[in-house]
């Protein structure tokens, strides 16, 4: 529990520091108080309108007494209003959060559906062909950038077998779970696979180092079935780093669904959040980015705290500190 | 308490050779060349005996009885000879002939039981694990099982224990459920590898004296792997002693301690301490190192630490021959123990002086 | 065995080929009778080949675009760019990474905790969302604050990778410091008194240079996608692979070869660094890898 404690505390540091730090390069620099509630609210607005912004967001603050209003904000899902959209920011963000959502979830799924089964049998079959195999594979993955991905798929899929649409469009599973499919399939493959290939890399050097364990010895000895050995013991005990790996590459995940969401034409975060940057939309760039913060952070603390799921030795551990 | 009979022992024959091994070799190929860590072993193991391995560490011993199970790394071992086990030939079968032998037949127990179970896995599932896989016992029974055999090592509320991580455990419980692992399925032989060494000295004496307990009430053959001669002494029936991947002397127990022949094993009894010893004894402890495994000397692996060496056993390598006065003694040497006078060592790295 | 290890070898040449021959190309380009100006349009018999007109052939190695532009050649050109940003950002991310990680690792205490509290902070934002951010908000504050007219997007992005580039090293470095300051022959000069400055220069950062090396050359090829990807968004270059590949993707069913030989050039260069960053780290046995 006081380790949990600690690791909360921790992470919040690095969430206040890091959307402090946005607040600030996001509002430095427009001049007066009145030029950033302009350039803010964006486009033709009144006097009126603009005193209402500064009273509002304290614009005539300083940046801590701004950012304390900011994160009540944050809290009660009150972020702002998009320049670009005339709508407030949270109405703007709430669908497309389904979206990158989704996504990160199916990539997670679809990569450790990849990588389990291979770092298995690659650390099972080790300097086999087909460990080779895995690992040209796994560092082709690791290296090819999304947007190479993403075309190829694109031409191998679409256009050469006519399989799915290059160009997707946000369909929910709910609305129509077919059509839903057929959308995300290759954003997600595209996610997925960099995943999967990093992954594969620890688990299979997790693997071969577990196997060569005295209780997998042991496990042999006591005349239990290979695919028991492999599954029931080993992969157990490379668990914890599965977890670790899905954690410390959540932010290359989110950063590829950036560029899958453009590709492929969906409406995520990832994608508002471009087209806000470019549109220079301050408030919804602002939620955007601490959004992501937050999601990476909590599911960092997640990654952690599950570390004693796993492990009873942590577990006890912790109960003892 | 009336103790579990094991259904498998039924129907054994109580006799006979169990385990035989005729120039048994198990070579590891490496950086630096082939390592010979056994190099042609000829050796029977009778059913219901105690058989004790003993050597220095890298003598071979603990390889021979990996090599008896068959436990060796899949690529780099380069292997021949034969071992027969209960008459199945086991040096080329398939893993599937090794795999139903294990646990079933033979088991073993290993030297370290803080890293030979695994961690995240629960005593009780550990011990039923086999139970379940070879006997097809249903959770129920399997669960009984286990807090009997548990009982049978001596683990106190051996219930509660069920429920218990590794961890949880002390060196010598852990090392209890190894062995309750290991009798688990009845085997027919059991092979401890240095069962004790990572064991307090207070909890060795346990563990050893359950072994011989199990072994002699199961009727169980025990290859008991050891560097400790007193441990040999009071837990075997047979000693066979290595050294440079070789059985260099093989005997009774009783024969081996009452009338020692080879050099080697003498320097090895003349190195542990007894109680009759006056205090601070000098321990002698042989001088030199083992012999190179890549390129092993020409003639007997011992000759360079060996106190009666004499020229012919640097050149020619005696082979293991019955004594003449006691046709269960066997031994490796040209000059046996008490037939000659010790000499000055030669310097026992050849390479220093070259 | 032996099969694999020649398979790396030739990995590794044939990633050192394909660097060598870019830069020699990128920076040779504008004297090479065979590659246009990047701002030349291809013409055929006088008639100009625009609308993706000519595909992959004898007039134009790569095709030509919307415009009638010669893909090969922007290509080229554009290698530049790419080469440029990502060796300026490593340059920056090894020279301020490498000083942050040894201080934090060396002199421990409050240095230590401070570094890493930015460390942490800037790995907690994914790199691509970091690096548009401030390239946008670059953009902006260059326009308002005075006496920032010399900076060019081309800067910007540089800012921004270096960026990237400076948190993982620091990392390593910091991890590694703390690891040789305990190390023997450290401690026998700390203990003769050496001063820290000489403690470091002559113990310290020899030790480093392997991982700093290797870890840059990977960093390096993904420094590059980074690059790639800003222009992608339209929140980099304009004269990159990246924008090429953003102008013509969406005619990808007409002329695929003005989309695809951008992703080419990207996709090879970007691996080979990986080929070398790999071939480095088995040659100085560095295990750290970079995610």
Redesign the interface.
Known sequence: MRYALQRIG?LL???V??TF??LV??R????GHRELARRMLGGNVTDQQVDEAVRRYHLDSNYLVQYLYWLKGFVTFDLGYSSANSMSVAKLLAPRFWTTALLGIYAIAVGLLLAVPAAVIQAHRR?SWID?LGNVAS??G???????LG??L??AFS?HWHLFP?IGDSIYPWQQFGAHVRNFLLPTLTLAIPQAA?YT??LRADMVATLQ???V?????????TR?ILWR?AL??SLLSIVT?VG?????????A??VE??FDLDGIGSQ??IS??S?DLFT?QA??AF??FI??VV?LVVDLSYSL????VR?ARALA | MTRPRPLQTAGRPAEGPLIELTDVRTHFATERGLVRAVDGVTLTIQRGRAVGLVGESGSGKTVLSRSIMGLLPRRGVVRSGSIRFEGTELIDAPRSTLRSLWGREMAMVFQDPMTSLNPLMRVGEQIAEPLRIHLGQSRAEARDTTIRLLTEVRIPSPAERLRQYPYELSGGMRQRVMIAIALACGPTALLADEPTTALDVTVQAQILALLSEERRERNMTLVLVTHDLGVVARHTDEVAVMYGGKVVERAPTAALFRRTRMPYTEALMRSIPTVDDPPHTRLAAIPGRPPDLVEPPPGCRFAARCAYARERCHAEEPSLVASSDDPDHHYACWYPVGTVEPVALRPADPAAVG | MTVLRRLRRAGGWFAATWLVALVGLAVTAPWLPFVRAADEKVRVGGKLQSRYRLGPGRHALFGVDNSGFDIFARCIHYARNSLLVGVSATVIGLLVGGALGVAAGYFRGWVDRIVSVVIDCILSIPALVLAIVLVSRLDDIRQELPGLGWVTRRWQVVAALSLLAVAPLARIVRAQTLALREREFVLAARSLGATSRRVIATEILPNLVPTMVTVASTGLGLLIAAEGTLAFLGVGLGESWGYLIEANRRRLDKAWWATVFPCLMLFVTVMAFNLLGDRLSRRFDVREVIT
Do not use: E, W, Y
């Open positions: 921790q540091v690095v969430f520091v890091v730090a946005v390069a996001m430095l620099g427009a001049g300097d080779r560092f082709i690791f290296g090819v950038p999304a947007i190479v075309i190829f694109q031409l256009l290059a990093i890399r620890l364990r005295d209780f010895v042991l496990a042999s000895a006591k005349g239990m079935p028991r013991h157990r005990n790996s410390t590459s959540l932010g290359g995940l989110l950063g590829g950036v560029v453009t590709l959040m471009v940057v470019l220079r760039v955007c980015v992501v913060v990476v952070v960092n796993i492990d009873p030795r006890m």
